[in-house]
């Protein structure tokens, strides 16, 4: 199980490095954007992700 979640970690992380590896100012810009939203739409967001991700893993592991 431990090696599942350090897996995990080093897939977000290659995630979450790809956009400001392959576009910095585009990327710089989608945070910028991203600071200007109310909280009520940044915790929407968050919570898109947060059930996209248990579903996948869900799917993952079924």
Do not use: K
């Amino acid at each position: 199980m431990s090696q599942s979640i350090w897996l995990a970690i080093g897939l977000v992380l290659i995630a979450e490095g790809l956009g400001p590896l392959i576009a910095p100012n585009g990327w710089r810009n989608m945070v910028a954007q991203l600071s200007e939203q109310p909280d009520t739409q940044l915790r929407r967001i968050g919570g898109c992700l947060v059930v996209a991700g248990a579903v996948i893993a869900f799917m993952t592991y079924r």
